[in-house]
């Protein structure tokens, strides 16, 4: 489900999860749950865990996301996608459905529940499934109306390689970020798809990577590559340096295959700066 802002998200989560109360395990177990990105440092952590359990476990069922699960996020099973959120970027649009395209055995279609009139703003004209009540209402001035539920052909394709960062304020109006921030948002949304698709991180490992992540989209003007030389700046300084990362990873070989992997998807080519050297940066303490 993808929503506008990290209330939006928990308020809906809070709703499927009070509403499918009686199809959890236990008490304690969340049927829906939600992951927000850049919203802060816990929001994120928590996010990839939350991410990583709604794709391997079986629950939570429902996902609400706010800018974490419209790009660089492959899961096959799922089934459905609820628009709570409006976008008039095509781009965005398109990658946001495509979390419904991938193939899965016995997935013939997958189902949209559009609450914000998307679809019809971007002249999706699929077929319709039989829904519930329909209310007639008088004619809007609009050129698009909310669609309640929408049947897709699975192989409706998207191109997975484009994507135009899209955000919003708290009462759902664009917002277009500076080109830094833009640059900031782009390689942030990266780092976050390199990550999840790592499944051979330890906790430890995990959460010195969301440091350097961090860091990454503080220093996206700056930085053209993350090598060993930045564990010598103060933030990894005081955690131990390139010896703890060495430790952490448990050796040279599979901290440099790390480092060569997050280079090689988040520092895309024509993002490339004019120099790595470790000056000028914008350090979070």
Not at 76 to 93: C, G, H, M, Q
Not at 224 to 241: N, R
Not at 260 to 274: G, K, M, P, W
């Amino acid at each position: 489900m993808f929503a506008v802002t990290k209330r939006h998200a928990e308020t809906l989560a809070k709703m499927f999860d009070e509403a499918f109360a009686d199809k959890k395990s236990s008490p304690d177990v969340r049927y829906a749950d939600y992951v927000v990105s850049g919203m802060g440092q816990d929001d994120t952590v928590d996010g990839l865990t939350k991410i990583k359990r709604f794709k391997k476990e079986q629950f939570p069922q429902i996902l609400v996301s706010v800018n974490m699960l419209d790009t660089g996020f492959d899961c096959p099973e799922v089934t459905n996608l609820i628009f709570a959120r409006f976008t008039k970027s095509v781009i965005l649009y398109q990658q946001m459905r495509g979390r419904g395209t991938r193939k899965s055995q016995n997935k013939p279609v997958f189902t949209m529940f559009d609450f914000v009139g998307v679809a019809d703003y971007h002249g999706d004209d699929d077929g319709y499934a039989p829904g519930g009540i329909i209310v007639a209402k008088a004619p809007r001035t609009k050129p698009y109306e909310p669609r309640r539920l929408l049947s897709l052909d699975i192989d409706d394709h998207i191109d997975p390689t484009t994507r135009e960062w899209v955000t919003v304020d708290e009462d759902g109006n664009m917002v277009f970020p500076e080109v830094s921030e833009q640059k900031a948002n782009e390689m942030g949304a990266r780092f976050e798809a390199w990550l999840v698709s790592r499944n051979d991180l330890n906790p430890a490992q995990e959460n010195l990577l969301r440091v350097v992540g961090s860091q990454i989209r503080a220093n996206a003007e700056t930085w053209d590559e993350f090598t060993s030389d930045h564990f010598a700046l103060p933030i990894f300084s005081s955690q131990g340096g390139y010896q703890n990362a060495l430790r952490t990873f448990g050796g040279k070989t599979q901290l440099d295959e790390v480092m060569e992997s997050l280079n090689a998807n988040v520092f895309q080519e024509d993002d490339r700066a004019t120099s790595s050297a470790p000056k000028g940066m914008s350090l979070g303490q």
